[in-house]
């Protein structure tokens, strides 16, 4: 079984940055692709990024050239970092181990984190 936990949301003003990161238990973080969801209120569950095992990324488009995906295998951490915020990347984010038979097949989630953009 896999546990993530979130933290480093808050709430920020329009143009600010925010580091969110993703701790995950186990031995094999590091052969894990990760990803980070977000859900604003009253919307569904988007993905904003993923990073592969080999560190190969992806991004919505609502956030690329803003947000940046990485890992640090050593710390089992999952990072998302978020420049240049608009009110519109409010939501609660969520780290996700994908299943794959690494997870037995489970879909792991977090618990979220919530992100405020506002003046």
């Known amino acids: 079984q896999v546990q993530l936990v979130e933290s480093g949301g808050g709430l920020v003003q329009p143009g600010g940055s925010l580091r969110l990161s993703c701790a995950a238990s186990?031995?094999?973080?590091?052969?894990?692709?990760m990803k980070w969801y977000r859900q604003a209120p009253g919307n569904q569950r988007e993905l904003v990024a993923v990073i592969t095992s080999g560190g190969s990324t992806n991004y919505a488009d609502s956030v690329k050239g803003r947000f940046t995906i990485s890992r640090d295998n050593a710390k089992n951490t999952v990072y998302l970092q978020m420049n240049s915020l608009k009110p519109e990347d409010t939501g609660v984010y969520y780290c996700?181990?994908?299943?794959?038979?690494?997870?037995?097949?489970?879909?792991?989630w977090g618990q979220g984190t919530h992100v405020t953009v506002s003046s």
């Open positions: 186990g031995n094999i973080f590091a052969r894990y692709t």
């Open positions: 996700n181990t994908p299943p794959t038979p690494l997870t037995g097949f489970n879909d792991y």
